[in-house]
DNA sequence: GATGAATGAGTTTTCATTCAT
DNA sequence: TATGAATGAAAACTCATTCAT
C-alpha cells in the first residue's frame, strides 16, 4: 500500500512538481483515500521526501558498479558513468525538483541528502581522475578534486534540460557530442 | 512605478520562487496596493513574465558586444561570452525558475522568450565556431550547430547550480576549469 | 459624450446584466475613461439609473398615441398596444434587469419609476376596456381594474421570455396565438 | 449536511439572487464552513445549479398527478394545472433568476435542465388540449403545439411578477380572472 | 489501516471608487 | 472635462491538514 502511494506520489510529483501537486492529485492516482497518505507519510513535504529518497538510492546503486571497473581506460569508464547518471536519473525526475534553491530553506533534510550524494560522487570521479592521470591518460594541471567538482557540477546542471518532457531523446545525441568535448579536452 | 513594482516583484521571485511568492507579498516590497500590480500586469503569470522579460533584456543586450571582437582568437570570444553570461544571469534569478521541468509543464507563457534566446544565442555560437574553424583555430567533426547547441545547455544547465545562494563565489573558480577543458576539447 | 457614454452603458448593460458589466467594460465600449463615467453619472447604481430612465422616456412615448386611437375596435386597439409594447420594450433590455425582486432592495428610486409606468398602463388599459364594454364588445365581469391588472402583469411577464437573446424573432409567431386567445377570451 | 448547504444556499440565493450571494454567506447562514461548500458541490456556480435542480424536481413531482386526471373536463385541468404551478413556484424562488435575460446570457449551465422541463410542460399540455379537442371542450385554430408552447411561455412569464415579496396574496386573485380569460380564450 | 467529510488560513482576482494632473 | 493610475475591500477558490468512524 505505501508502495502505491509512493509510485503515485513519485508520478504526480514529476508530472506537476512540488507546488503544482496536491494531496488531492496523489490520492486520485493511487485510487486511494488522501487520509491514507496522511497515515502513511504524515505530511506532505514527509511524502516527498520519500519520494525523492527513493530515487536517491536507485541513483547510487545505479552508479556503484561502474567506478569498480578499473580495468578499462579512465575515459571509458568516465564516459560510462556520465551515461548510466543520465539514465538512470531519467527516472529520478523528482530530485531534479530539488535543485532549486529556495526549495532548500525549508527542507534542510533533503539538502543534506544531496549534499552526501554529491560529495561521494565527486570522491568516485576524483579517485577515477587519478587513476587516469597515474595511468597518463589524462592531462589535468592544477587540483584534481576541483575538476572532479566541475564534472559533477556540469553532470547535475544538464540535468534540468535533459528532463523536459519529450526532450530526452533528441538531446541524447547532443550528448555525444558533449562526452567527446570534455574527454578530449581532459585527455593527455 | 510599473518599473518599481517591477523591480519588487523580481526580488521577491528570487527569493521565494514563483509559487513561494504571492501578490501580497510583492505588493508589500513595493509598497504598493495588490491592486496596482493587476492594474500594470494583469495576473501573477503575466507579472512573471515580465520579471523574466526584463532579465533576458539584458542578457542579450551584454552578450552582444562580445561577439562583435571578431579579431580575437575564437577560443578567447568564446571564453569573455562564457564569463559574462554567467555575470549577468548571475543577477537573472527569476529565469532560472523557469527552466525547471515541473515549471515547464505548466507554464507554457514563457515558451516563446526563451526559445528566441536560446535561438539566438544557438546562432551566435555557430558563427564563432564556424569563424575558428575557417582559422583553423578549432577541430570540430561533424555539424556545428549541433556543437553550439550543446554549448549553450551545458551553460544553460550550469546556471542552477550557480546561482545557489552564496555559492557563486567559491563556483567561479571551477568555472575557469571548466573553460580550460572545453577550450582544450574544441581546439585544432 | 454623456449621450455616447449612455448609449455604451445601456448596451452593455444589456448584454451582461448589472452585476456582470464593470465600469471598465462600459468604458471600454464608449472608447472613453473610466473616470469620465463618475463624472457624468457619479456612481454605477446611478449610472444603471440613467439608463432605465432612458429607456422608460422612450416606452411611455411610443404608447401614448396608441390609446388616442378611440375611433378602432378596442380589442384591436388592445392589440396594437400588445404589439406596440412588445416592440418597444425588445429596445429597452435595461429595463428587464429591474424586474427582479432582490434588486429592488437598494432601488427604491427605481421601484418608484416602475409603479408609476405601471399604474399608468392600467389606467390607459382601464379605459380602454370600459370603452369596449360600454361599446359591448367585450364581456368582462367583475371589477375591470383588476382585468387591466391582469393583463399588464401578463405582458410584463412575458418580457424576459422575450428578450432572450436571438429568441424574439421566435417567439414573435406565438404571440399572435396569445393574442387571439385573450381577445376572444374578453369578447362578448 | 450536504442537505444543509443545499437549503441554506436555496434560502440565501432567493434572498439576494445569484450575484449579490456569497459563499460566505450562505456558509454563515448553514454555519458550516465555506471549505465544505466547495468540498460538496464544487463551485458557486454547481451550488446554484444543484438548488434550481432541486426547486425544479418538486415542480415535475407535484404536476405529474394533475396530468392523470383524464375523467375531467380539459379546461378544468388546465386550471387545476396553472393553480399548482403557481403554488409550487411559489417556493422556487431561484428558478426565477435563470430565466432573466443577462442571467441566461452567462450562465449555460442551466440550459440542459431547463429545456427539459419547459419540454415536459409542452408536451404534457399538448396532450391535453388534444384531449380536449377531441372531446370537443376547446376551439383552437392551427397548430396545438404552438398553442402549448405559449400557455407555458405566458405562465413561466408570470412568475416574477407573482414572486415579488409580498405580493403572492395580493395577485393570486388576479391569477383566476386570468385563468378565466384563457378558459374563455381557447372554449369552443 | 483506511476513508469521507469538514475546516480555515491563505491565495488570486475583481472592481467600484478616488484623485492628482 | 477627461484621464490614467492607484487603491482596498470583498469575492471565489485552493488545499494541506484533522478527525470521527
Request: avoid cysteine; charge should be neutral; charged fraction near 30%.
Amino acid at each position: 500500500m505505501r508502495d502505491k502511494l509512493l509510485e503515485a506520489a513519485g508520478f504526480t510529483f514529476s508530472k506537476f512538481g512540488y507546488y503544482k501537486t496536491s494531496m488531492e492529485d496523489i490520492a486520485e492516482k493511487a485510487q486511494k483515500s488522501k487520509g491514507s497518505l496522511y497515515y502513511h507519510f504524515g505530511s506532505k513535504e514527509l511524502l516527498f521526501e520519500a519520494v525523492v529518497f527513493e530515487e536517491l538510492k536507485r541513483l547510487t546503486n545505479a552508479l556503484k558498479p561502474i567506478f569498480d571497473k578499473t580495468d578499462l581506460d579512465s575515459r571509458q569508464v568516465l564516459k560510462l558513468y556520465m551515461l548510466k547518471r543520465m539514465e538512470v536519473l531519467r527516472n529520478a525526475p523528482n530530485y531534479q525538483e530539488t535543485l532549486r534553491p529556495s526549495f532548500y530553506e525549508h527542507y534542510t533534510f533533503l539538502d543534506q541528502i544531496k549534499t552526501q550524494i554529491t560529495e561521494w560522487e565527486v570522491m568516485q570521479i576524483s579517485k577515477l581522475l587519478k587513476q587516469g592521470l597515474m595511468k597518463e591518460e589524462l592531462e589535468l594541471p592544477g587540483d584534481i578534486t576541483v575538476y572532479a567538482q566541475v564534472l559533477v557540477m556540469l553532470l547535475q546542471g544538464l540535468e534540468p534540460n535533459f528532463y523536459l518532457k519529450g526532450e530526452y531523446d533528441r538531446l541524447e545525441s547532443y550528448f555525444d557530442n558533449l562526452i567527446q568535448i570534455i574527454t578530449k579536452g581532459i585527455s593527455k
